[in-house]
């Protein structure tokens, strides 16, 4: 089982859809969380981190769930420069590197 | 918020020859760096993890004498691939984190499109 599993989808909904993604991660060591966004071809880039009383972000909100090991990402009002590949990252204190999820790709259609 | 350079963000090299990739943190010092690997609409895969003034710590199967590491300075980290082949073109990518270490999110460089022909 990996570490940091994530539902790789597509996911493929219309403009103005709500969407939501979840990621398990197994180690219950894991210490901090974060969302990124990867555009086909491009580095992945910082969405947003992951607090424990949940954040959002405009139309995005991350929560993170430490009783089930879980974070989700949830946008509202879906955009059509939504599409991307969305990855979670999860961060352990002696680790001494990041873990990745293998990403949930979304497709937002007009 | 945290900027990492890296250089050049495309090449093209015939095979056998050697390419050098640097990724630098422009304004926070990073004593460790990370370097992956992507192919298309695969995952990243970490190669290896680059510490300033030690040795690299390389990932099961990369092999380290032909992804060359050198984390020389705080700012610089770079990986050198040695006698390229066409199966090493790929996207890769360098990583740092600022001195919060683990509570800190990962800042990417752009990334280099190698291709070998």
């Known amino acids: 089982r990996k570490e940091v599993e994530q539902d790789p989808g597509p996911f493929n909904v219309p403009e103005g859809a709500t969407v939501a993604f979840n990621c398990t991660y197994s180690?219950?060591?894991?210490?901090?969380f974060f969302w990124y966004r990867q555009d086909c071809r491009k580095e992945p880039k910082l969405l947003m981190s992951?607090?424990?009383s949940g954040n959002e972000d405009g139309r995005f909100t991350a929560q993170l769930n430490r009783a089930s090991q879980y974070i989700s990402l949830l946008i509202r009002d879906s955009k059509l420069s939504d599409s991307a590949t969305y990855l979670c990252?999860?961060?352990?204190?002696?680790?001494?590197?990041?873990?990745f999820g293998d990403g949930t790709t979304l497709t937002v259609k007009p | 918020g945290a900027v990492v350079s890296q250089h050049p963000s495309r090449v093209i090299c015939k095979s056998g020859t050697s390419v050098k990739i640097e990724c630098r943190s422009l304004d926070f010092q990073a004593t460790t760096m990370f370097w992956y690997r992507q192919f298309p609409k695969q995952s990243l895969m970490l190669m290896a993890t680059?510490?300033?003034?030690?040795?690299?710590?390389?990932e099961q199967g990369v092999e380290k004498d032909k992804f060359l590491i050198n984390h020389a300075s705080l700012t610089l980290s770079t990986l050198t691939v040695t006698s390229a082949h066409p199966e090493d073109s790929s996207f890769y990518i360098c990583?740092?984190?600022?001195?919060?270490?683990?509570?800190?999110?990962?800042?990417f460089g752009n990334g280099t499109r190698l291709t070998v022909t």
């Open positions: 990252v999860v961060n352990r204190a002696n680790a001494g590197k990041s873990t």
């Open positions: 680059s510490n300033e003034g030690s040795k690299a710590t390389y």
């Open positions: 180690n219950s060591a894991s210490q901090s």
């Open positions: 992951v607090y424990s």
């Open positions: 990583s740092a984190q600022d001195k919060r270490g683990v509570d800190s999110p990962l800042h």
